[in-house]
Protein backbone atom coordinates (compact mmCIF):
# COMPACT_ATOMS: atom_id res chain seq x y z
CA UNK A 1 0.00 0.00 0.00
CA UNK A 2 1.53 3.64 -0.97
CA UNK A 3 2.60 5.18 1.99
CA UNK A 4 0.59 8.46 2.46
CA UNK A 5 1.52 11.55 4.02
CA UNK A 6 0.15 15.37 4.16
CA UNK A 7 2.98 17.20 5.43
CA UNK A 8 6.48 16.69 5.03
CA UNK A 9 7.18 16.56 8.86
CA UNK A 10 4.86 13.56 8.65
CA UNK A 11 6.86 12.30 6.26
CA UNK A 12 10.20 13.40 8.34
CA UNK A 13 8.78 11.27 11.07
CA UNK A 14 8.22 8.08 9.19
CA UNK A 15 11.79 8.21 7.26
CA UNK A 16 12.96 8.49 11.11
CA UNK A 17 11.68 5.66 12.76
CA UNK A 18 12.01 3.26 9.65
CA UNK A 19 15.43 4.42 9.75
CA UNK A 20 16.11 3.55 13.34
CA UNK A 21 14.52 0.57 13.73
CA UNK A 22 17.46 -1.59 13.36
CA UNK A 23 18.80 -0.07 16.73
CA UNK A 24 15.51 -0.43 17.87
CA UNK A 25 15.51 -4.09 17.34
CA UNK A 26 18.93 -4.38 18.75
CA UNK A 27 18.19 -2.12 22.08
CA UNK A 28 15.20 -4.23 22.70
CA UNK A 29 16.60 -7.63 21.62
CA UNK A 30 13.44 -8.40 19.96
CA UNK A 31 13.10 -8.64 15.75
CA UNK A 32 8.96 -9.62 15.60
CA UNK A 33 6.29 -7.60 14.92
CA UNK A 34 2.62 -9.35 14.59
CA UNK A 35 4.63 -12.29 13.45
CA UNK A 36 6.98 -10.34 10.59
CA UNK A 37 10.64 -10.48 10.88
CA UNK A 38 11.61 -6.48 10.93
CA UNK A 39 15.31 -6.28 9.83
CA UNK A 40 16.87 -7.59 6.84
CA UNK A 41 17.02 -11.60 6.57
CA UNK A 42 17.25 -13.55 3.18
CA UNK A 43 14.50 -15.87 4.35
CA UNK A 44 11.58 -13.84 6.12
CA UNK A 45 12.01 -10.24 5.87
CA UNK A 46 9.23 -8.32 3.75
CA UNK A 47 10.32 -4.93 3.77
CA UNK A 48 7.24 -3.66 2.32
CA UNK A 49 5.19 -4.95 5.05
CA UNK A 50 7.62 -3.66 8.01
CA UNK A 51 6.69 -0.34 6.01
CA UNK A 52 3.76 -0.26 6.61
CA UNK A 53 3.79 -1.71 10.49
CA UNK A 54 5.71 1.21 11.36
CA UNK A 55 3.86 3.76 9.43
CA UNK A 56 0.69 2.64 11.67
CA UNK A 57 2.88 3.61 15.00
CA UNK A 58 3.26 6.96 13.38
CA UNK A 59 0.62 7.35 12.38
CA UNK A 60 -1.64 6.12 16.04
CA UNK A 61 0.66 8.86 17.48
CA UNK A 62 -0.45 11.65 15.10
CA UNK A 63 3.66 11.27 13.45
CA UNK A 64 5.21 12.59 16.29
CA UNK A 65 8.36 11.10 16.32
CA UNK A 66 8.97 10.23 20.28
CA UNK A 67 5.32 9.05 20.89
CA UNK A 68 5.87 7.05 18.31
CA UNK A 69 8.89 5.56 18.72
CA UNK A 70 8.17 5.01 22.21
CA UNK A 71 5.13 3.24 21.82
CA UNK A 72 6.82 1.03 19.04
CA UNK A 73 9.75 0.26 21.67
CA UNK A 74 7.29 -0.29 24.41
CA UNK A 75 5.28 -2.51 22.08
CA UNK A 76 8.44 -4.88 21.15
CA UNK A 77 9.32 -5.13 25.04
CA UNK A 78 5.83 -6.15 25.65
CA UNK A 79 6.17 -8.98 22.98
CA UNK A 80 9.38 -10.44 24.59
CA UNK A 81 7.46 -10.58 27.47
CA UNK A 82 4.44 -11.49 27.31
CA UNK A 83 4.85 -14.38 23.47
CA UNK A 84 1.32 -13.26 21.93
CA UNK A 85 2.56 -15.54 19.74
CA UNK A 86 3.04 -18.29 22.35
CA UNK A 87 0.14 -17.49 23.14
CA UNK A 88 -1.91 -17.92 19.67
CA UNK A 89 -0.15 -20.94 18.22
CA UNK A 90 1.10 -22.80 20.98
CA UNK A 91 -1.11 -22.68 24.33
CA UNK A 92 -4.19 -24.77 25.23
CA UNK A 93 -7.37 -22.45 26.46
CA UNK A 94 -10.49 -22.97 27.96
CA UNK A 95 -12.79 -24.81 25.99
CA UNK A 96 -16.03 -22.51 26.91
CA UNK A 97 -14.25 -19.51 25.17
CA UNK A 98 -12.43 -21.30 22.30
CA UNK A 99 -16.36 -22.25 21.86
CA UNK A 100 -18.05 -18.69 22.01
CA UNK A 101 -15.31 -16.93 20.05
CA UNK A 102 -13.83 -17.17 16.47
CA UNK A 103 -12.37 -15.81 13.46
CA UNK A 104 -13.99 -15.84 10.03
CA UNK A 105 -12.21 -14.74 6.68
CA UNK A 106 -14.50 -13.83 3.72
CA UNK A 107 -12.69 -12.04 0.74
CA UNK A 108 -15.94 -11.17 -0.82
CA UNK A 109 -16.82 -8.46 1.86
CA UNK A 110 -15.71 -4.69 1.49
CA UNK A 111 -12.32 -3.21 2.79
CA UNK A 112 -10.92 -4.34 5.84
CA UNK A 113 -14.28 -6.34 6.56
CA UNK A 114 -12.43 -9.78 5.09
CA UNK A 115 -11.07 -11.33 8.55
CA UNK A 116 -13.90 -10.63 11.42
CA UNK A 117 -13.17 -11.78 14.91
CA UNK A 118 -16.45 -12.77 16.56
CA UNK A 119 -16.86 -12.86 20.63
CA UNK A 120 -20.05 -14.32 21.43
CA UNK A 121 -19.93 -12.73 25.00
CA UNK A 122 -23.53 -12.95 26.03
CA UNK A 123 -23.13 -16.63 25.90
CA UNK A 124 -20.88 -16.75 29.44
CA UNK A 125 -23.51 -14.48 30.84
CA UNK A 126 -23.69 -17.85 33.30
CA UNK A 127 -19.72 -18.80 33.24
CA UNK A 128 -18.31 -15.77 34.94
CA UNK A 129 -15.58 -18.08 36.18
CA UNK A 130 -13.41 -17.69 32.90
CA UNK A 131 -13.12 -13.96 33.79
CA UNK A 132 -11.89 -14.74 37.13
CA UNK A 133 -8.19 -15.41 36.24
CA UNK A 134 -7.43 -12.17 34.33
CA UNK A 135 -3.99 -13.51 33.07
CA UNK A 136 -5.36 -16.66 31.39
CA UNK A 137 -8.41 -14.61 29.80
CA UNK A 138 -5.74 -11.87 28.38
CA UNK A 139 -3.40 -15.05 27.11
CA UNK A 140 -6.94 -16.28 25.63
CA UNK A 141 -8.32 -13.10 24.07
CA UNK A 142 -4.49 -12.17 22.82
CA UNK A 143 -4.14 -15.27 21.13
CA UNK A 144 -7.64 -14.65 19.13
CA UNK A 145 -6.09 -11.17 18.38
CA UNK A 146 -2.60 -12.44 16.86
CA UNK A 147 -4.40 -15.46 14.47
CA UNK A 148 -6.28 -12.38 12.73
CA UNK A 149 -3.69 -10.83 12.03
CA UNK A 150 -1.66 -13.54 10.66
CA UNK A 151 -4.92 -13.54 8.35
CA UNK A 152 -4.22 -10.08 7.22
CA UNK A 153 -2.30 -7.97 4.58
CA UNK A 154 -0.23 -5.41 5.43
CA UNK A 155 0.82 -4.76 2.09
CA UNK A 156 -2.75 -4.07 1.14
CA UNK A 157 -5.08 -1.36 0.84
CA UNK A 158 -8.40 -3.49 1.97
CA UNK A 159 -7.14 -6.18 4.19
CA UNK A 160 -4.61 -4.32 6.64
CA UNK A 161 -7.30 -4.14 9.36
CA UNK A 162 -9.48 -6.13 11.50
CA UNK A 163 -13.27 -5.92 11.85
CA UNK A 164 -14.40 -7.49 15.79
CA UNK A 165 -17.85 -7.88 16.47
CA UNK A 166 -19.30 -8.71 20.63
CA UNK A 167 -22.33 -10.00 20.68
CA UNK A 168 -24.30 -9.46 23.83
CA UNK A 169 -27.30 -11.52 23.63
CA UNK A 170 -29.11 -12.61 26.73
CA UNK A 171 -27.46 -10.27 28.71
CA UNK A 172 -28.99 -8.41 31.53
CA UNK A 173 -26.61 -7.22 34.18
CA UNK A 174 -27.34 -4.27 36.91
CA UNK A 175 -24.02 -3.90 38.44
CA UNK A 176 -20.60 -4.38 36.27
CA UNK A 177 -19.16 -7.96 37.46
CA UNK A 178 -15.65 -7.73 38.75
CA UNK A 179 -13.86 -10.01 36.86
CA UNK A 180 -15.75 -8.96 33.37
CA UNK A 181 -14.86 -5.34 34.18
CA UNK A 182 -10.71 -6.60 35.23
CA UNK A 183 -10.42 -8.31 31.88
CA UNK A 184 -12.25 -6.00 29.81
CA UNK A 185 -9.96 -3.06 31.22
CA UNK A 186 -6.96 -5.14 30.87
CA UNK A 187 -7.20 -5.96 27.24
CA UNK A 188 -8.76 -2.45 26.09
CA UNK A 189 -5.32 -1.09 27.92
CA UNK A 190 -3.58 -4.25 25.85
CA UNK A 191 -5.40 -3.46 22.36
CA UNK A 192 -5.11 0.31 22.45
CA UNK A 193 -0.79 0.51 23.90
CA UNK A 194 0.40 -2.50 21.38
CA UNK A 195 -2.19 -2.71 18.67
CA UNK A 196 -1.81 0.88 17.38
CA UNK A 197 -4.40 1.10 14.08
CA UNK A 198 -5.49 -2.61 13.59
CA UNK A 199 -9.23 -2.31 13.89
CA UNK A 200 -11.26 -1.39 10.98
CA UNK A 201 -14.84 -0.85 13.18
CA UNK A 202 -16.12 -3.10 15.68
CA UNK A 203 -19.80 -4.05 16.98
CA UNK A 204 -21.32 -4.36 19.64
CA UNK A 205 -24.54 -6.54 18.71
CA UNK A 206 -27.59 -7.74 20.76
CA UNK A 207 -27.38 -4.90 22.92
CA UNK A 208 -30.73 -3.91 24.87
CA UNK A 209 -31.99 -0.59 25.63
CA UNK A 210 -31.14 -1.33 28.74
CA UNK A 211 -27.67 -2.12 28.56
CA UNK A 212 -27.11 1.07 27.14
CA UNK A 213 -25.58 2.23 30.58
CA UNK A 214 -23.31 -0.55 30.34
CA UNK A 215 -21.50 1.44 27.16
CA UNK A 216 -21.50 4.48 28.63
CA UNK A 217 -19.32 3.56 31.41
CA UNK A 218 -16.64 0.78 29.40
CA UNK A 219 -16.39 3.40 26.81
CA UNK A 220 -14.74 5.95 29.01
CA UNK A 221 -11.68 3.44 29.24
CA UNK A 222 -11.54 3.61 25.26
CA UNK A 223 -9.61 6.49 23.89
CA UNK A 224 -11.72 9.26 21.02
CA UNK A 225 -9.66 7.66 18.18
CA UNK A 226 -10.95 4.02 19.05
CA UNK A 227 -14.85 4.99 20.30
CA UNK A 228 -15.04 6.68 16.85
CA UNK A 229 -15.08 3.15 15.59
CA UNK A 230 -17.79 1.49 17.48
CA UNK A 231 -21.11 0.75 16.31
CA UNK A 232 -23.95 -0.36 18.54
CA UNK A 233 -26.82 -2.46 17.38
CA UNK A 234 -29.90 -3.78 19.30
CA UNK A 235 -30.40 -6.26 16.96
CA UNK A 236 -27.87 -8.68 15.31
CA UNK A 237 -29.75 -8.64 12.08
CA UNK A 238 -28.33 -4.84 11.38
CA UNK A 239 -25.16 -5.75 10.68
CA UNK A 240 -26.07 -6.93 6.97
CA UNK A 241 -26.59 -3.21 6.75
CA UNK A 242 -22.69 -2.81 7.24
CA UNK A 243 -21.57 -6.04 5.86
CA UNK A 244 -22.09 -7.51 2.72
CA UNK A 245 -21.92 -11.69 3.76
CA UNK A 246 -22.74 -11.46 7.40
CA UNK A 247 -23.21 -15.14 8.52
CA UNK A 248 -26.86 -16.34 8.86
CA UNK A 249 -27.65 -15.11 12.91
CA UNK A 250 -26.75 -11.20 11.71
CA UNK A 251 -28.61 -11.66 8.79
CA UNK A 252 -26.49 -13.65 5.90
CA UNK A 253 -26.56 -16.94 4.47
CA UNK A 254 -24.52 -19.50 6.18
CA UNK A 255 -24.27 -20.17 9.98
CA UNK A 256 -21.55 -18.42 11.79
CA UNK A 257 -20.55 -22.06 12.79
CA UNK A 258 -20.23 -23.29 9.34
CA UNK A 259 -18.06 -20.16 8.90
CA UNK A 260 -15.78 -20.77 11.52
CA UNK A 261 -12.14 -21.11 10.52
CA UNK A 262 -11.41 -24.55 12.38
CA UNK A 263 -7.45 -23.55 12.27
CA UNK A 264 -5.17 -21.05 11.58
CA UNK A 265 -1.42 -21.66 10.21
CA UNK A 266 1.05 -19.46 11.38
CA UNK A 267 3.57 -18.03 8.94
CA UNK A 268 7.03 -19.32 8.09
CA UNK A 269 8.73 -17.07 10.58
CA UNK A 270 6.31 -17.29 13.18
CA UNK A 271 6.68 -21.28 12.62
CA UNK A 272 10.23 -20.69 12.89
CA UNK A 273 10.57 -18.93 16.13
CA UNK A 274 8.26 -21.35 18.06
CA UNK A 275 10.71 -23.85 16.58
CA UNK A 276 13.33 -22.03 18.38
CA UNK A 277 11.29 -21.33 21.83
CA UNK A 278 10.56 -25.05 22.07
CA UNK A 279 14.19 -26.36 21.27
CA UNK A 280 14.90 -23.78 24.11
CA UNK A 281 12.51 -25.37 26.59
CA UNK A 282 13.72 -28.79 25.30
CA UNK A 283 17.34 -28.42 25.84
C1 LIG B 1 -14.92 -4.62 25.84
C2 LIG B 1 -16.74 -8.55 27.90
C3 LIG B 1 -21.09 -6.43 28.23
C4 LIG B 1 -19.37 -2.71 25.72
C5 LIG B 1 -15.04 -5.86 26.38
C6 LIG B 1 -13.94 -6.79 26.53
C7 LIG B 1 -14.46 -7.89 27.10
C8 LIG B 1 -15.87 -7.67 27.32
C9 LIG B 1 -13.71 -9.16 27.47
C10 LIG B 1 -12.47 -6.56 26.13
C11 LIG B 1 -12.26 -6.30 24.66
C12 LIG B 1 -12.41 -7.46 23.72
O1 LIG B 1 -12.51 -8.62 24.14
O2 LIG B 1 -12.44 -7.22 22.50
C13 LIG B 1 -18.07 -8.31 28.19
C14 LIG B 1 -18.97 -9.23 28.84
C15 LIG B 1 -20.19 -8.64 28.97
C16 LIG B 1 -20.05 -7.32 28.37
C17 LIG B 1 -18.58 -10.63 29.29
C18 LIG B 1 -21.46 -9.15 29.56
C19 LIG B 1 -21.73 -10.42 29.65
C20 LIG B 1 -21.03 -5.29 27.51
C21 LIG B 1 -22.18 -4.47 27.14
C22 LIG B 1 -21.68 -3.44 26.43
C23 LIG B 1 -20.24 -3.57 26.35
C24 LIG B 1 -23.65 -4.79 27.44
C25 LIG B 1 -22.53 -2.37 25.80
C26 LIG B 1 -22.44 -2.12 24.51
C27 LIG B 1 -18.00 -2.88 25.59
C28 LIG B 1 -17.09 -1.89 25.02
C29 LIG B 1 -15.80 -2.45 25.06
C30 LIG B 1 -15.96 -3.76 25.66
C31 LIG B 1 -17.47 -0.53 24.47
C32 LIG B 1 -14.49 -1.81 24.58
C33 LIG B 1 -14.02 -2.49 23.33
C34 LIG B 1 -12.63 -2.16 22.85
O3 LIG B 1 -12.00 -1.20 23.28
O4 LIG B 1 -12.13 -2.88 21.97
N1 LIG B 1 -16.19 -6.43 26.85
N2 LIG B 1 -18.77 -7.16 27.92
N3 LIG B 1 -19.88 -4.70 27.01
N4 LIG B 1 -17.28 -3.98 25.95
FE1 LIG B 1 -18.05 -5.57 26.88
Known sequence: MPLKFETDDSKKCYETL?????NIVQETEYDELYGHKLTPDAQFYNEGVVDNLIYKFCKANQFELEGSKS????????????????AAFSETHDSMLNDVCAITVDEKNDANQKVISWNLYGLLVKHKEVFEDTDKFLRFRIGLMERGLQLLDFESEDNHLMTQVHDYDNVSMWKLDPGIKKCSKAIIEVFQDFYPETLFSKFFVNVPYIMSWLYEIVKRFVSEDTRKKFIVLSDGKQMKEYLKFPPKEYGGQATLESSKLKKVTPNAYVAHLLTLEDEKTTV
Open 71 to 86: QLVKTLKWRKEFRPLH
Open 18 to 22: RADLA
